[in-house]
């Protein structure tokens, strides 16, 4: 840059239209972002699992073959795919402007998602009451705490949907309304990806090993 | 389910007793009247002025970045008093316990401070610096900057802004808590594993370690969202990437690093808080627990963590260097290549802090190396601003002079670490002071970044200057105590004094030692220096233009001073990088918009400051296992956002009117002045 | 104010008295295994040097040179230099090679576990000194299973032969360092880390733990006396006949948590053949020697001390 450029005529110092911004777009931006922290966050579960996994860690207790079931976990993976699919055509019928059609499919969401999380539940309490807690080893705490935390963001989803089913009864389709709608689809999209990731890899490999 | 506890516990209190308040620590009861004074008279001078409805409705309230930023900055600075005392403390126990011979007093064999209370002291040290002075500071600038320099109106979310504000105050209000009540952990700023483990640490020192650095974790993390969300949505029509400055630039490399190193920070005491809380095994000895994940989780956060300290400063001289300068930045788009090559290559390089934990020779290799790759871009940088100062008229204001000795700093704090990442070398250093001075002359680049910026952009904001003369002697003697601390200190390191020792067995290190605290003392001197420059300058409030230092390149520097709370009256359109040197150049400085139209404004809300109070109170009880208030502390903040969702506020309209009338008077727009209420909407046109 | 400037450019000078590197430890290595490190040492700050002085001298004559009160050449516009930014990224990246390769050279060379300085020496012809080292809070113990000797807070080794150390901890993680002789390695409780040096004259060193520890981590050294291999091997003879024996059980109790102050040593005959398998096997089931919080609340305190044997002579 040797020299600066010359202002012309048609040079604009002022720019009062600039002011509207697409506050739907911003607000999913934002949520994308914290989405990839929250990638981060399953990725150290993950990466610490890896490392938990080794016959030391395992401490004489039972190691991913014994506390998975991968026909189980199939089960649990086609509910939650198709509570995905519910939320995807809860997200149609909100294109179509439908309240009847949004709730729908976020009832039908929420009750796959409940019924997800109950079988996660039902399996770490199973174990728990064998004696094998998330104390008796620290393969255990990890595989724990891998399936609870995935829980835990379900269980916040589902409470989500409720607050939603609310929101769009009684402000109808705002744009913050909107603008939540599709960050909570970005949010259960995710959730299932990161459960297809335990499955494979925990149920799976793991099982396999 | 939970794990057995030393000591009483009962439903109410928890683990908290009379027991907790250390009344016979006669430091701690000192210190407790002292800041107890300052407090009441803090108070009593609200009070007895009748600003508390001012302070409640403009600040405590407030969602306008640049009021955000300023009270980021004010915490910042009080904890690094706070920290600097802790350093204080610890130069001056070093160097009376020094062999076998020297005396010991208030309980202690050696010096002044039982090992127990030196270790909190360092441990303590370190994590309000890091994570409490300089992360709020840097926070803060760039909370306040970041919006002018893109022509924004205010960040992309403002609440989030609160929230994360609040929740770094509270992670910081849990530590200067645990000085009266409790302790704090004697396991370092990192966690030394398994040392912060149940059998060795059964205390709640750990504890409040752990989740004062996990609420303001969360709150860098939001605050991290906030930048990279605003500087890609919020630019002003014109600001196409690169006509963004460095320092906008480099804070968006910084929230990437912020956005995607947190979270691993996060759950590495998340399993740690499992461990001491449920009694799994991560990182225990036994049960197949394995504490080296510990320490590879933390530091996979811990080395991003230092460029994310140290690259908004590298900002901060690539804004002031051209400015005093007069000259255009040297290699604009290397500089920005630069700061994410710095940003990518740091997640790489996490494992040379622990080389002596016996990874291997390839392993040890590879991180070596990695490490090493760090210093090429960083050496870019240098030379840019060489070549900035090259053939440019440079005047040394206060800014400058910060500007210039960072960067001498980070020449000699970088060869110090090119040193310490190789493994040779590191064999005989690891662990020792060497270490600590090095990584001191990089958090030093820190505070001169810091103290440049907040000198540069203070009479933007505030309207006034910093008084020169009386900020000059504040720089000299804070660089001669920093030169007279940490030089020799690399000396002791390479004769082989180790980190964290209460009592020094060595006396050989004795004159060294003793010239450290000479360099404490010049510190000292050097923030006396800093409150007179405050005093001064709020005494004589000498106004400032709009382009305060006469040279400014950028964005900022075209609104008011002090700027107006709504920033621009209407927003900019940019043709050019460095905006306001090209409108100069084309006299077109001067030229003020002719038309306003209505502003829409975001309104004042009290939730972001209740979640700061409960997201305290949620740590002090999970800290004391006093269940039924961390249980209720956390349904309410849950209840609380929820309720907010429902909230159909959506901000108020400033009408032209009141825009040209407040353009006219800019003194009634400041960052200080009280705003009349204004009618919240019910619901705004779609747009 | 120019008092203030003149001052605090001469000042630093003072600490230029401390600048006698006598006491740098790294520069007077004795072992061969230092040696490599201080080599090392130098080679890469010389090389780093090439860089950093240029550099360091730029940054005082630019700012200097180009004051405003100096009139110098001002350029207002000049921004960018394609050659200038070749040199700026070029040259750091080919001495960034050439400290790579160094390094990595390096790391080889002072390997705790089989560094290659020791390729060669006197001491690889002869089978090695085996040590089993063991850390306690925070006390030191060696283990000789070879000689069937044990100590606390003492590393006697012959000179001329190399020193092959295992080493593990019954608590917290410490780090096991004697500047000038051996590189550093932490020792880490329910895992087994090891070290070897060489040191081929007779002398007396002081070794430590680097890491934290606790307490009574600033009292936690040991001694190391290299003497020549007849003195070692009548050392070893004396201890041998130490009435004072170390099987497991008496392990376990010096392991509580103790502050030797002034670092006495101790001495035993016939220690447990097993005992440093047996310390991470018990690390490993969870074994562990909390401190009690008077302990760690004050240092004198004489709670949970543990019964120290009357030493032997040397």
């Known amino acids: 840059m040797a020299t600066i450029a010359k202002a012309g005529p048609n040079t604009r110092l002022w720019n009062a239209e600039a002011d509207e911004h697409d506050t739907i777009s911003t607000r999913t931006f934002g949520f994308w972002l914290y989405m990839l922290s929250d990638a ?150 995710f959730q299932a990806t990161i459960w297809v990731l335990v499955y494979v890899y925990v149920y799976l490999l793991g099982g396999a090993a | 389910m939970q794990v057995d506890l030393q000591g009483p516990w009962s439903p109410l209190f928890g683990r908290l007793t009379l027991d907790a308040i250390p009344y016979d620590n006669p430091i701690i009861v000192g210190t407790f009247l002292g800041a107890a004074t300052i407090g009441l008279i803090v108070v009593a001078a609200v009070l007895y002025y009748k600003k508390l409805p001012y302070l409640w409705r403009e600040w405590l309230t407030t969602v306008d970045h640049k009021k955000i930023g300023v009270m980021y900055i004010i915490l910042g600075l009080v904890m690094l008093f706070r920290g600097f005392v802790d350093g204080l403390m610890m130069r001056t126990q070093q160097v009376i316990a020094v062999g076998p011979d020297s005396p010991g007093v208030l309980g202690a064999q050696h010096g002044f401070l039982p090992p127990f209370h030196f270790d909190q002291v360092y441990s303590a040290h370190g994590t309000i610096m890091l994570i409490f002075a300089a992360t709020p500071i840097l926070a803060g600038l760039g909370n306040i900057i970041v919006p002018l320099q893109i022509g924004a109106r205010d960040m992309a979310y403002p609440y989030l802004n609160a929230v994360s504000l609040w929740l770094t105050t509270a992670g910081a209000a849990l530590i200067m808590l645990s000085l009266f009540v409790g302790q704090f952990s004697n396991a370092a700023w990192v966690g030394l594993m398994p040392l912060a483990e149940l059998p060795y640490n059964p205390g709640v020192g750990v504890d409040y370690w752990m989740w004062a650095i996990q609420l303001s974790s969360l709150g860098t993390t939001f605050n991290a969202i906030n930048i990279i969300a605003t500087i890609v949505k919020m630019r002003a029509p014109g600001m196409t990437w690169f006509r963004l400055p460095v320092f906008t630039w480099v804070n968006l490399s910084t929230s990437i690093i912020g956005l995607t190193a947190f979270p ?67 290699g604009y788009l290397t500089m920005v290549a630069a700061s994410f090559a710095i940003a990518g290559i740091g997640w790489s390089v996490w494992a040379h802090h622990f080389f002596t934990m016996g990874m291997g020779p390839d392993l040890n290799g590879y991180f070596s190396s990695a490490t090493m790759l760090v210093g090429i871009p960083t050496g870019v940088k240098i030379f840019n601003w060489l070549f900035t100062m090259y053939r440019g008229r440079i005047t040394f204001t206060t800014p400058m002079l910060w500007a210039v000795a960072g960067i001498f700093l980070l020449l000699f704090g970088g060869f110090t670490g090119m040193m310490l990442s190789a493994p040779a070398i590191n064999y005989t250093v690891h662990d020792s002071v060497f270490v600590i001075a090095h990584f001191h002359c990089m958090v030093l680049v820190v505070a001169t970044g810091a103290f440049a910026a907040v000198a540069y952009w203070w009479p933007k904001v505030f309207g006034f200057k910093l008084d020169e003369h009386n900020g000059k002697l504040f720089f000299w003697t804070f660089v001669l105590g920093s030169v007279v601390v940490f030089v020799p200190m690399f000396g002791l390191g390479l004769e082989g004094e180790t980190r964290r020792l209460d009592y020094i067995f060595n006396p050989q290190w004795r004159p060294l030692l003793i010239a450290e605290e000479v360099g404490i003392v010049l510190y000292c001197i050097s923030i006396f220096y800093f409150l007179k420059m405050i005093y001064v300058s709020l005494r004589d409030r000498v106004p400032a233009g709009d382009d305060a230092w006469g040279t400014g390149r950028t964005l900022e520097w075209m609104t008011h001073t002090p700027v107006p709370f709504y920033n621009f009256a209407v927003t900019p359109q940019i043709n050019a990088l460095d905006e306001l040197a090209w409108r100069r150049e084309n006299g077109l400085d001067k030229v003020k918009p002719e038309t306003f139209v209505p502003i829409h404004m975001p309104s004042n809300t009290a939730v972001p400051v209740i979640i700061g109070v409960l997201a305290m109170a949620f740590g002090f009880g999970m800290i004391w296992r006093i269940w039924w208030m961390a249980g209720a502390a956390l349904l309410a903040i849950i209840v609380a956002v929820i309720a907010r969702s429902f909230d159909k506020n959506q901000g108020y309209i400033l009408t032209a009117e009141e825009i040209a009338k407040l353009e006219s008077k800019t003194e009634l727009a400041s960052v200080i002045a009280e705003q009349p209420k204004r009618a919240p909407l019910d619901h705004v046109e779609a747009h | 104010m120019r008092f203030l400037r003149h001052f605090a450019l001469c000042a630093p000078l003072l600490l230029l008295a401390g ?68 040199l700026a990224w070029g040259v750091p990246v080919a001495i960034t090679a050439v400290l790579i390769h160094y390094s990595f050279v390096g790391v080889y060379a002072v390997n705790p576990y089989s560094p290659d300085a020791l390729d060669g020496s006197p001491g690889s012809a002869l089978p090695p000194i085996k040590v089993d080292v063991v850390t306690t809070d925070w006390q030191w113990f060696f283990i000789y299973p070879d000689q069937h000797i044990a100590t606390i807070d003492d590393l006697v080794v012959p000179a001329g032969r190399r020193v092959v150390l295992r080493l593990t901890s019954t608590s917290v993680m410490n780090g096991f360092y004697i500047p000038r002789v051996a590189p550093m390695i932490d020792a880490m409780p329910g895992m087994r880390t090891e070290d070897s040096f060489e040191v081929d004259q007779p002398g007396t060193f002081e070794g430590f733990s680097t890491d934290f520890s606790g307490a009574g981590f600033s009292w936690m050294q040991f001694s190391t006396r290299v003497v020549s291999q007849a003195d070692f091997d009548a050392w070893a003879k004396t201890v041998q006949a130490n009435p004072n024996t170390l099987p497991y059980a008496t392990f376990t109790q010096l392991a509580h948590p103790t502050v030797n102050f002034g670092a006495k040593p101790a001495y035993f005959s016939a220690p447990d053949p097993e005992l440093f398998d047996k310390v991470v096997r018990d690390a490993m089931n969870g074994v562990a020697y909390p401190v009690p919080d008077s302990l760690t609340e004050s240092v004198s305190s004489n709670e949970g001390k543990a019964l120290v044997p009357a030493p032997a002579s040397p």
């Open chain 2, 264 to 330: 691993v920070l996060g759950v590495a005491l998340s399993l740690l808080t499992a461990d001491r809380y449920l009694g799994t095994d991560f990182f225990t000895v036994g049960h197949g627990g394995n504490f080296m994940l510990y320490i590879d989780l933390f530091w996979i956060w811990g080395h991003p963590e230092v460029y994310f300290l140290i690259l908004p400063p590298f900002g901060v001289f690539s804004e002031i260097v051209p400015t005093f300068s007069e000259k255009p930045l040297f």
């Open chain 3, 19 to 86: 600048c006698s590197t006598v006491n740098f430890a790294l520069f007077h290595p004795v072992g061969r295994v230092a040696e490599a490190e201080y080599h090392y040492t130098l080679l890469l700050v010389g090389v780093m040097m090439i860089i950093i002085l240029p550099t360091f001298l730029l940054m005082v004559i630019f700012p200097l040179r180009y004051r405003k009160s100096r009139n110098a050449t001002y350029a207002p516009n000049w921004s960018h230099s394609t050659i200038i930014e070749i």
């Open chain 1, 40 to 189: 981060l966050i399953f990725t150290s579960i993950f990466a610490s699992y890896a490392v938990l996994s080794t016959p030391m860690n395992l401490a004489g207790g039972p190691g991913p073959a014994q506390v998975t079931n991968a026909v189980e976990g199939f089960w649990q993976t086609l509910i939650i795919l198709g509570s995905v699919f519910a939320y995807s055509q809860a997200t149609v019928a909100l294109k179509n402007g439908s309240k009847a059609g949004v709730a729908a499919g976020i009832l039908v969401a929420m009750a796959l998602g409940v019924a997800f999380v109950s079988m996660g539940w039902h399996d770490l309490a199973a174990l728990t009451a064998q004696g094998n807690g998330y104390s008796r080893s620290a393969y255990l705490s990890i595989f724990f705490t891998l399936i609870a935390t995935h829980g835990l963001h379900m269980g916040i989803g589902i409470l989500w949907m409720l607050i939603m089913l609310v929101q769009i009864a009684r402000f109808g389709f705002t744009a913050d309304v909107v603008a939540r709608l599709l960050n909570l689809r970005m949010f259960w999209q």
